[in-house]
């Protein structure tokens, strides 16, 4: 098969390969994907530059964790009638050497699920990480109805499905954006107000919004940089989910104010999910692709001979949308 694979970790141009190697062999739970489209995401650009030290210690990776496809062969322990299933992949390269960034993986049964037959492949590999962490933010603690969610970064991969699974919900979105364009995006896809988290205050203008009525729920892209102004907007009892605090990675926190606060925190990521909430994650997005009620993005593509231009990409971080890697 052809694959791309890295051995030490460095800059996507020197340390990205692309070649061929062995096909995978399908073990008795397994299914073998023939994967038409990979995806890349901010963890499959990390884990190449070294974020996991111990990475490489049995061999070289096949990166990334997203991709879809067609179910080609089946282990033992899985019906044949999944052959020839179309389906989303996710979690590739996770506790395992290959990931989606070649023409076959073979990965366990319940990391394939069906992908409805009028989503792309292209839709599908983007479901992944930035929709199943957006799945977990919103519904971790219930339903979010008639809720007021505050979510920063609303433009963002993972704040772009999460204000549409709010919303879809039936809550009142207050979502962030730093710009113009960020700004519609959001206000595009349901959001009910956006406010600037580059202005100064930006927790008060939520206040105004909301005429003084507190955030049940805060979603938020970068903790440590966004802590001050949204304990500002939260009501006692609140929930703040994160999944990411980058410009701050070991920020400090008011801990008795958030005390009396009675607030609770949790950290989100999806590998580290339960695999509860991961299957009712998978029955939801099914039922919303079924019925078309989510809208995607595509940012870029590029074939796989051309990888290490995705993870430059992903690396200079202003891509608004899903990043993509086109099998040959």
Known sequence: ??????????????????GHKDDPIVQDDEVLVDLRVSAVNPSDEKKRAGSFSDLLDNGFIIPHSDGAGIIVEVGKNISRNRIGERVWVYQGQFERRYGTAADLISIDSIRAPKL?????????????IPLMTAHRCVFADGSVKGKRLLITGGAGRVGYYTIQLAKNDGAFVIATASNKEDKKSCLNIGADAVVNHKEKNWGRHILEITKGKKIHRAIDVDFGANLTEVLSCLRTGAIIATYASMQNPEPKIPFFKMMYMALSIRLIIV????????FSAIKDISNLLSKNLIKHRIAYKVSLDEIHKSHEIIKEGNARGGVLIEMS
Request: hydrophobic residues 40%; negative net charge.
């Open 116 to 128: 409805p037959e009028n989503i792309s492949f292209d839709v599908g590999a983007c479901l992944g």
């Open 1 to 18: 098969m052809k694959a791309a694979w890295f051995e030490t970790f460095g800059e996507p141009r020197d340390v990205l390969e692309v």
């Open 271 to 278: 590998y580290s999910m339960p695999e509860k909430a991961k």
